[in-house]
């Protein structure tokens, strides 16, 4: 029975401006339902969101200000991603073996998964990885030119040395150092939400506090897998306002940071959002 090529990838959902760059960089606007092949790339904007799907099943979700190159290992079919600037949300399907891998590689090192549900971003030196479901193989690059890491026969199974990083666990993968998973914080509470009238109304959820919270993340969706992201904001205090949303049924998605940086369990709520009317008429 044959098993599906996970490339190419189709633009499942776009929300803001992104690029499509070809295999030689040269950009094009992003539109839904083209197909990104093998060695191109998918850039978003500072307000833009994509999500990718993969022939396998697989998907792939881009926030603001991220880019991302595909890859085909051929021998294995095993697709890459490679996750050049910001942060990537993967949902990947049940892989049959432990040699049967989707990776994401990063500067810092290369993650293998067989199934799961997970974020990476890049983070100054570092990849910052969090695992909300199944399990995420962690092990560090060879020190190499970047640009070059497509050369390097990936691994297919398991890695010498590779650390496991295991449901609501998160990892700071450095350069150097001792590997240590650390358990993410718990999805903040919604307590309520508030509304300002106006010509451009805002909306505000209001969080309980989260021991441990440094800052907070929401995060607002038309489709309850967060395949179609609309909006996300970032505070330091448990409140978070967005603007501009049209009267509708929302999913929406809340999360908390650590002090490492790390962000937690995600908490989701079904809204119904009714803007306040600014005048009768």
Same mark, same amino acid.
């Given at each position: 029975?044959?098993?599906a090529?996970?490339?190419?990838a189709v633009?499942?959902h ?7 760059l ?6 094009s ?6 197909l990104i092949d093998?060695?191109?790339s998918?850039k ?5 969101f994509?999500?990718?799907?993969l ?8 926030p ?5 190159r ?8 095993i697709?890459?991603v490679?996750?050049?600037q ?5 949902y990947v399907?049940?892989?049959?073996s432990d040699?049967d ?6 500067p810092?090192g ?6 799961t549900?997970?974020?990476?971003r890049?983070?100054?030196?570092q990849?910052?990885?969090?695992v909300?479901?199944g ?20 691994q297919?199974?398991?890695?010498d040395?590779e650390?496991k ?5 998160? *990892?700071l ?31 505000? *959820? ?5 021991p441990g919270?440094?800052?907070y993340?929401a995060?607002?969706?038309? !489709?309850k897998?967060?395949m179609n992201?609309k909006?996300e ?5 448990p409140r978070?306002?967005f ?12 999360s908390?940071?650590? !002090? ?17 009317a600014?005048?009768?008429?």
């Amino acid at each position: 029975m044959c098993r599906a090529q996970p490339l190419p990838a189709v633009v499942q959902h776009l929300t803001g401006e992104a690029w499509k760059l070809d295999a030689k960089g040269r950009p094009s606007v992003l539109e839904e339902g083209m197909l990104i092949d093998e060695q191109e790339s998918v850039k978003t904007s500072p307000s833009a969101f994509v999500s990718l799907l993969l022939g396998d099943g697989s998907r792939v979700v881009l926030p603001s200000s991220s880019e991302v190159r595909l890859h085909l290992v051929e021998e294995q079919a095993i697709p890459q991603v490679i996750l050049q600037q910001g942060q990537v949300e993967a949902y990947v399907l049940k892989r049959a073996s432990d040699y049967d891998r989707f990776q994401i590689v990063t500067p810092v090192g290369v993650l293998g998964v067989r199934g799961t549900h997970f974020r990476v971003r890049n983070d100054d030196q570092q990849s910052v990885v969090e695992v909300l479901n199944g399990q995420v193989a962690a092990s560090r690059s060879e020190s190499q030119p970047q640009g070059k890491q497509l050369k390097k026969k990936p691994q297919t199974g398991p890695v010498d040395g590779e650390l496991k990083v295991g449901a609501r666990q998160g *990892l700071l993968l450095k350069t150097q150092g001792e590997l240590k998973t650390v358990d993410l914080l718990p999805a903040p509470r919604l307590m309520g939400q508030d509304g300002q009238k106006g010509d451009a109304p805002v909306w505000t *959820l209001i969080l309980h506090p989260q021991p441990g919270a440094q800052r907070y993340r929401a995060q607002v969706a038309t !489709d309850k897998t967060f395949m179609n992201i609309k909006q996300e904001n970032f505070s330091s205090e448990p409140r978070l306002s967005f603007t501009g949303l049209k009267a509708s049924f929302y999913h929406v998605r809340v999360s908390a940071f650590d !002090d490492q940086g790390l962000e937690g369990e995600t908490g989701v709520y079904d809204i119904f959002y009714y803007p306040p009317a600014t005048r009768v008429q």
